[in-house]
């Protein structure tokens, strides 16, 4: 079992780029939670998707930002039009059930690091 | 909202020493406390899960505990290692919620 895959590690972007971030979920969970970690800060709850739905968006910024969770393939984090604010280690995690019911609870990728210069 | 606080911050202390760290959170009406830690650069790794009707769990040196109505957990760490040296998180799982609430984090270091 690989886990929770997310790539690519490392992303450096310009400002005004485009930033996709991918995540794949373990095997077996078909519930995707995406998280920001600014420097020095705690992780923050970003959105929560299930297979080509998305469940909770609350605390994903309401501009530039998107996600998506299609039937076939990785879950996408898009940041379009970067800015220097959105450096930051995004982390995807992933259960098997929603709000991990299960004894499993929740497991994370290794995360991306996103800089924009 | 829930909130999640972690005492101390810091903590530097001699290989072989036991150490408590400390959470509390706001909100009690949770399902399980979920215990991580993250090294430098890198990912969360999972150490421990107490659902809400236990009140401890425990993995080789690592104990956990669980206060649910008075809103704390403790994480405690026997014998010290340097390899123990990370920033431990606590995350509780709200009932209703669909995220983890994370606090800032321990930054334990093991002195050899």
């Known amino acids: 079992n690989a886990g929770v895959m997310q790539n690519p590690r490392h992303l450096v972007r310009r400002r005004g780029q485009e930033a996709r971030l991918r995540c794949s979920p373990m095997?077996?969970?078909?519930?995707v939670y995406w998280y920001r970690q600014l420097p020095e800060e705690g992780l923050k709850f970003m959105v929560y998707l299930q297979k080509e739905n998305i469940i909770d968006e609350s605390g994903m910024p309401k501009e530039r930002f998107s996600a998506e969770f299609p039937k076939e393939g990785p879950s996408i984090l898009r940041i379009q039009q970067v800015v220097r604010g959105d450096s930051a280690a995004y982390f995807c995690?992933?259960?098997?059930?929603?709000?991990?019911?299960?004894?499993?609870?929740?497991?994370f990728g290794s995360g991306t690091r996103l800089t924009v210069v | 909202k829930q909130e999640v606080t972690q005492i101390p911050a810091a903590l530097s202390v001699p290989e072989g020493e036991n150490l408590v760290l400390n959470c509390s959170f706001t909100?009690?009406?949770?399902?399980?406390l979920q215990w991580f830690r993250q090294d430098p650069g890198k990912g969360l790794t999972s150490l421990l899960l107490i659902q809400s009707s236990q009140r401890e769990q425990t993995s080789g040196r690592l104990n956990a505990s669980l206060d649910k109505s008075s809103g704390r957990s403790t994480l405690y760490i026997a014998a010290s290692q340097p390899g123990d040296s990370a920033t431990y998180l606590c995350a509780p799982i709200q009932t209703g919620a669909n995220n983890l609430f994370f606090g800032t984090g321990t930054r334990l270091t093991v002195i050899p």
């Open positions: 909100d009690s009406a949770i399902y399980n």
């Open positions: 995690a992933s259960s098997a059930k929603p709000r991990t019911a299960d004894l499993r609870g929740y497991t």
């Open positions: 095997k077996g969970h078909s519930h």
